[in-house]
């Protein structure tokens, strides 16, 4: 069967997907793995279709030391055992630079590219990288296709794009990108099959997951978001801080003596609801809880939502509809329920029962708004992409760059 294979690279785990196409345009999903505790306590897991398990396998650490080596282990393991002629190669990356706006194919001069947005991503971008340039030496015939977190938001205005500081700052990239693109992108896919009026008016669409940011879209198009130059700004998320003021990482680093390593670790993987609660950065734990530090994460939590879907409404100039997603998004009623309640203002009100059953359509017949529960579905944004850009390079007789002007000043 052929196949587009995705690829989504954390800092110690790759995930992969594989879906199949048949040339009628649908994908179906063959195979969904992960390779977690690289260089630690490595292990492939994976399933099939059906759900059911096709391999669970320890390895030991020098046998999987880092992503190069975890992409080659799934990548035999998928040749020796599922038989699928691979297409192409979708990879999540987080970073397009303010270079990319679409997904390209990936070849060294891209790849290079992608290399100089380290600095502006330096968690994510060197692993998201690490399997392309794993393939491309071991497949170097296999197209690889590079999607990009940033993407959606390119089209934003100059006003929303800037940071008030020297305009050369911004030259060099220092812009606000926004991230979970792939996300919102497919959401508002779904968005418009289920309610197509609604998708073309204003909607805030909130990924709620272990990253957490919103997204303002006009007429389907994003026009503002709460994340900024890196995947720290805007919401509290499971360990990361939210908004801060700059003037805190001053102090840290002035007064408490911090380094710049140490900073960036606190900021990364010490705060949040972990950093809060001092107990979990899993919103499953914390509703558990009956710990003071627990329910104040979560009100919290809640609270920043609440304050950012004010933020993004005026940025809309009014709302039309809200959509949850993501793991807290897609799978929390009680979490629901409360950040609606503070939507109340603007006319939102919530069908308790389509809400705890998990219905698409969680508003009542009385709200102003209307609210939504959508899974997203990145990995299958990824392949669609990929396959949309191998096949349309198929018939423009290939090479058409995607890139769009570096600037964007007023
Ligand atoms: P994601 O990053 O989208 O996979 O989301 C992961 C996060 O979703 C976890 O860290 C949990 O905080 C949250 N989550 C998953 N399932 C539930 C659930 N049933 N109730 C509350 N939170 C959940």
Known sequence: MDAILV????????????????????LQRQVKG?????????????????????????YSPG?????????????????KTQGFKLTAVGHRV????????????????????LERYVPLAPLHQPNNLAPIRALFERRPELPQVACFDTAFHRGHSALADHYAIPERFYA?????????????????????????????????????????????LSEGRSVESTLGFTALDGLPMGTRCGQIDPGVILYLITEKGMTAAQVQDLLYRECGLKGLSGISNDVRDLLKSDDAYAAFALDYFVY????????????LGGLDAFVFTAGIGENSAEIRARIVEKLGWLGAELDQAANTAGELVISSEASRIALFAVPTDEELMIARLTLELIGADKKDGLGESTRISAERSP
């Open 7 to 26: 690829l989504n690279a954390g800092s110690s785990s790759l995930k992969f997907q594989v879906f199949g196409f048949d040339g009628s345009g649908g």
């Open 172 to 216: 060099e990239g220092v812009r606000r990108y926004g991230f979970h693109g792939l996300s919102y992108e497919y959401v508002s896919g779904r968005l418009r099959e289920i309610a197509p009026n609604i998708a073309s008016g204003r909607v805030i669409i909130a990924h709620l997951g272990s990253g957490a940011s919103m997204c303002a």
């Open 34 to 58: 992960q390779i977690d505790g690289v260089g630690t306590s490595p292990r492939l897991l994976a399933i099939g279709p059906d759900k059911k398990p096709l391999v669970d396998q320890a």
């Open 304 to 315: 920043r939502i609440g304050l950012y879907a004010g933020t993004l409404a005026a940025a």
């Open 94 to 113: 987080v970073h397009g630079g303010p270079d990319y706006a679409e997904p390209i194919q990936v070849d060294e001069d891209v790849l290079r590219n």
């Open 63 to 79: 046998d999987v030391p880092d992503l190069p080596a975890a992409t080659n282990v799934a990548g035999t393991w998928l040749r």
